[in-house]
Every structure is written in structure tokens, then in C-alpha cells.
């Protein structure tokens, strides 16, 4: 049996598709490529956008258009709304609980030959058990964490994934001993809210699982996909200074830089919180690369209050800026608010802001022309090993196929933007 597997959307969907695929390929299933046919298709599907949303129906229509046997869909999407998807001829839809027991659900379809609608409640849903043994990428993702409750005025999320609950800390330990003992050298913790990972238990937080994974031998770097600003707690400072497999970068959302519309979106912190956190951040480490999310044309967003996005982005220093337009999610709170900026203004701010995102990722780079950094070789390219630095700068370099996967001693000698070209010059 054939499959193939799209994924949208975050890590977290990256880390379930794996977590799936694994399952199928376990049972002697076989992979394919996006463009050979295959008899199992599953899309994992993302909602945090209009856009996103778009894109996983057109994935899922695109699908059914091609000779299978089964199309699967899960994810965001379908939790969020599976109205008619069996309608168009989806034969397995799952929202978000489910994926670590994907086999049980196309064995019962080739038994009865029905389509199967299993949405879950995500109400009282404990940590859904997953581990994985494998990953298909050099950095290996590992999900920690899932679900929110902050309820940002914005945000779809805490509807799709629920609730926050965590993986219990000894299997966090062991999934990355597995997957340390499997060749990786990086691990990317990651969830919907990693800065809440052990909320729902005593005494148990991220600092405290971090302290556990640093002593793990082979491991040689953990990096946090994203973490709120208000949950860098002392702890997780005092890990900082002590231990440099914490790569020097964090991404860190501000979303906005106007007080006035951190309130409108319920975010828990002010410009100024935030640029003392990371004031702190940088006395520990100076090179930090602080990477952050903001949205543009949220509702009531004037210029003169965009003006001052753009001035605290450029005194914050971010190394890069994700921008999103906002976009309205039925069932939130900003869906309903009135002041909203039309597309075109959203457009013309995306695109500045993206500017300014440009010229503050060449300034941080041109610090590091001429230095030494270690990094990590992830694809070789017409003989150009392409990879990333634990402070997350994308490098090209000479090498061959046994560099891959190896940590590299580079010497950084020019900013091709995006890249940092280099010279390797001793392995680690
Ligand atoms: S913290 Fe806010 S933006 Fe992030 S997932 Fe939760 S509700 Fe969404």
C-alpha cells in the first residue's frame, strides 16, 4: 500500500505527520512523493488563516482528484469545521485527537467500507500518547505540548487544539534519547504553547524538563520553536547562562508594537515588559537572535499606531519578523470588532513592515561576517552544503555528502541574503 502525506500549518502538524507516518510505515506501508500516486492520501490541515484554511481545502480537493483509495484529512481545519467533506468524498475525517491511532481508523474503513467523521471534543482530552522513534528531517521536531488558553482576541488556536495539556516529562526524556540515539543532532522542542508545558501539574515546568535534557549525551543542541514573552521565567534565564546547547535563539511573538493594540488583543504584556525581557535576554547572551510574529490591519490599527509598530520593531532588534495580515476567524472576539483596516492598507503594511524585517536580518548577519560558528548541515545542493547555526542563521558552504548531519566549525565570510556563505574548516 502507497501513501503520501501533506502537512500544513506549524510544527506541531509537522511532528503529527511524522508521528503518522511512522505509524504506516511501521506496517510496511511505502511512502511516496507528492507527485506519484499513492493509494492513502492524508492531509494534516491548518485554519490559524483565511489563507491557510484556503490552502488545506484546495489540498484536499486537489487529492480527490487523483486515482486513491483513501483521502484522509485531519488537523485544524477539520476540528474547526468538517462540514462537507464527506460529501465531496473525503472517507476519513479526524480533528486533532486521533492521528496517534491512525491505523486502527483505515483498517475499521476497509472493514465496513464507510466513511468515518470522528471529531473529538477537545474538552477534558488528556496529552494524546505519541512518540516518536524517527524523524524525516536532519533537526528533529519533538511535540511537548499542546493546546491554549489565552484566548489572544485574534486566535483560532485555543478552539482547534483545546485546552493546555503536556507530555509527561520521562517519555519527553526517552523520545529524545531515541531520537538522539537515531542520529540527530538538534532538537526542536515544540507545541502550541511550550511556555505552559507542565501547567497542569506540580512543580513540573519547562525549566524543569530543560534541566533533565541538557544531560542527555549525544544531544548537542535544543532549541524552543516559540515561547511568550511573559513565560521566559528566572529559571529558564539561570538554564541560559549555563548551558550553551540552548541555542542563541528564541522566537519570541510580540504580535504587535502598540500598547494600544496588545490590549485590543488581549496579549499579556506591554512594548515595555517586553523590551526589558529582552534587555535581560541579551545581558545573558549578546548575540541572541530573537526571532518574533507580529500581525498588521488588526482592527482599529491607524498608521500613526503602525508608525510605532514599525519604531519598536527596529529599537527591539528582532534578527527577523513573520508577518501576518490579520485575518478575521469567525467565533473570535476580533471578529466582531468594528474599526477594520481594508485590504489594500493591510497589504501596503505587510510589505513595509517586511522591508524593515529585511534590513534588521542583514544587520544582524553582517555582525557574524568574518567570524567562526558552528553549524549544522542539513541538504547538500549542487556540492553547497546548506544548513543553520545555532543562532539560526542559514549558511551555504563547499562540503560533501559525509559532512551532512555533522556539526561544522564555519568561518562566515559574506551575506549572500538569505544565506551566510561560508568555509568549513574543522569538524566538531
Ligand atoms: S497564546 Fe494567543 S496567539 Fe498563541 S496560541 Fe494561544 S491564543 Fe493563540
Do not use: W
Amino acid at each position: 500500500m502507497k501513501f503520501k502525506m501533506i502537512t500544513l500549518g506549524c510544527k506541531v502538524n509537522t511532528y503529527e505527520s511524522n508521528v503518522m507516518r511512522e505509524q504506516l510505515l511501521n506496517i510496511g506501508y511505502q511512502e511516496v512523493s507528492r507527485k506519484e500516486t499513492a493509494d492513502i492520501i492524508i492531509i494534516n490541515t491548518c485554519t490559524v488563516t483565511n489563507v491557510a484554511d484556503q490552502k488545506s481545502m484546495k489540498s484536499i480537493r486537489h487529492a480527490l482528484k487523483e486515482p486513491h483509495k483513501i483521502v484522509i484529512v485531519t488537523g485544524c481545519m477539520s476540528q474547526y469545521h468538517s462540514n462537507n467533506l464527506v460529501e465531496i468524498g473525503v472517507s476519513i475525517v479526524l480533528g486533532n485527537v486521533g492521528k496517534g491511532n491512525l491505523i486502527s481508523y483505515i483498517e475499521e474503513f476497509f472493514k465496513n467500507q464507510r466513511p468515518i467523521v470522528d471529531i473529538k471534543s477537545l474538552e477534558k482530552q488528556p496529552f494524546e500518547d505519541m512518540n516518536l522513534q524517527h524523524f524525516n528531517q536532519t533537526r528533529a521536531f519533538v511535540k511537548i505540548q499542546d493546546g491554549c488558553e489565552n484566548f489572544c482576541t485574534y486566535c483560532i488556536i485555543p478552539y482547534t487544539r483545546g485546552p493546555v495539556r503536556s507530555k509527561e516529562h520521562s517519555q519527553v526524556v526517552s523520545e529524545v534519547c531515541s531520537l538522539v540515539q537515531d542520529g540527530h543532532k538538534e532538537i526542536v522542542l515544540t507545541g502550541i504553547h511550550t511556555g505552559h508545558y507542565g501547567s497542569e501539574y506540580q512543580n513540573v515546568t519547562l525549566a524543569t524538563l530543560l534541566r533533565d535534557l541538557v544531560c542527555i549525551k549525544g544531544l548537542e543542541r535544543i532549541r524552543i520553536s516559540s515561547i511568550e514573552m511573559n513565560e521566559i521565567t528566572e529559571e529558564l534565564l539561570d538554564l541560559l547562562k549555563k548551558y550553551p546547547i540552548l541555542v542563541d535563539h528564541m522566537h519570541i511573538p510580540l504580535q504587535s508594537g502598540s500598547d494600544t493594540i496588545l490590549k485590543a488583543m488581549h496579549r499579556k504584556y506591554n512594548k515595555k515588559e517586553f523590551m526589558d525581557k529582552l534587555n535581560q535576554i541579551r545581558s545573558i547572551r549578546p548575540l541572541m537572535s530573537v526571532t518574533t510574529d507580529v500581525i498588521v490591519g488588526f482592527p482599529g490599527e491607524t498608521e500613526e499606531l503602525f508608525q510605532e509598530t514599525l519604531e519598536t520593531v527596529k529599537q527591539m532588534k528582532f534578527s527577523k519578523i513573520h508577518v501576518f495580515p490579520f485575518s478575521k476567524r469567525d467565533g473570535t472576539l476580533a471578529a466582531e470588532m468594528q474599526e477594520v483596516v481594508d485590504e489594500r492598507t493591510k497589504k501596503e503594511r505587510v510589505h513595509r513592515l517586511l522591508g524593515v524585517s529585511k534590513q534588521l536580518e542583514i544587520a544582524y548577519m553582517e555582525q557574524f561576517v568574518g567570524k567562526e560558528l558552528e553549524f549544522l548541515p542539513e541538504i547538500i545542493k549542487d556540492e553547497m552544503l546548506i544548513g543553520h547555526t545555532g543562532n539560526y542563521l542559514s549558511v551555504k558552504c563547499p562540503g560533501t555528502q559525509d559532512d551532512l548531519n555533522q556539526i561544522q566549525k564555519v568561518v562566515l565570510e559574506k551575506v549572500e541574503y538569505p544565506y551566510m556563505i561560508g568555509g568549513i574548516y574543522a569538524k566538531v
